[in-house]
């Protein structure tokens, strides 16, 4: 079967870094995303990894190790903003999105 | 309108009547498709379509129906609704179906079914 798992919650402090672990097992490969969702809102589109490395984007990065089946999403200067569900979603040989259940992150002052 | 449109926002029904939820993108995306969100669960795919005419059952079909008549419409619905399908339901779209291609969604309807 398809699997995606990551984290359920983690706690991080204002002006910190957190890493967001992924570990996917899906049938085929054709990418690897993470969306931000707050409460109650729809989930944004954050980055998007196909090749091995780590892709930098301001404050956020996103690694990916294709042999490994792994991902982990990088937030640095943590903001109260910050605070949000972090999503991890694998397209898979059909070209359809496997998602993991999220990560919800708590960010104290 | 700018980007998806859903309808209604929230709804209470009662079991066995028939819904239709609404979902409109003005991004003249090729692909659009239908989440449900419950909670400790991932996102999972109901019915997508890949372009207008066609579409394609996704991960939760049963109990569901879409159409895609046009590019900017794809309405779901629920043809005898049972407590189960008590959930979040979200639309997508993307440029198109293939590798790379982000989705965008609208802002959920919040749907009960006593």
């Known amino acids: 079967g398809q699997n995606i798992d990551q984290p359920t919650e983690m706690t991080a402090t204002e002006g910190a870094i957190v890493q967001i672990n992924c570990t996917y097992q899906?049938?085929?490969?054709?990418?690897l995303f993470w969306y931000q969702q707050h409460a109650g809102e729809a989930p944004t589109f954050l980055s998007y990894?196909?090749l091995d490395g780590l892709e930098e984007k301001g404050r956020f990065s996103s690694f990916l190790s294709r042999s490994k089946g792994y991902s982990y999403l990088l937030l640095k200067e943590l903001q109260m903003k910050d605070s949000a569900s972090y999503l991890c979603?694998?397209?898979?040989?059909?070209?359809?999105?496997?998602w993991g259940a999220g990560t919800k992150l708590i960010i104290k002052p | 309108i700018a980007g998806i449109t859903q309808a209604p926002t929230s709804q209470i029904l009662a079991a066995g009547r028939r819904m239709t939820l609404r979902c409109t993108q003005d991004?003249?995306?090729?692909?659009m498709y239908w989440y449900r969100q419950d909670l400790g669960l991932g996102l999972r795919l109901i019915h997508y379509?890949?372009?207008?005419?066609?579409?394609g059952k996704g991960e939760v079909p049963d109990g569901y129906s879409v159409s895609r008549a046009n590019t900017d419409d794809f309405p779901l619905t629920l043809a005898s609704a049972v407590p189960s399908q008590t959930s979040v339901y979200f639309c997508?779209?993307?440029?198109?179906?293939?590798?790379?291609?982000?989705?965008?969604f609208g802002p959920g309807t919040r749907l009960t079914v006593l």
């Open positions: 997508a779209s993307s440029g198109t179906s293939g590798s790379g291609n982000e989705q965008f």
């Open positions: 991004m003249r995306h090729n692909a």
């Open positions: 379509s890949n372009t207008a005419g066609t579409t």
């Open positions: 899906t049938s085929g490969f054709n990418g």
């Open positions: 990894n196909v």
């Open positions: 979603a694998v397209m898979d040989s059909n070209y359809q999105l496997i």
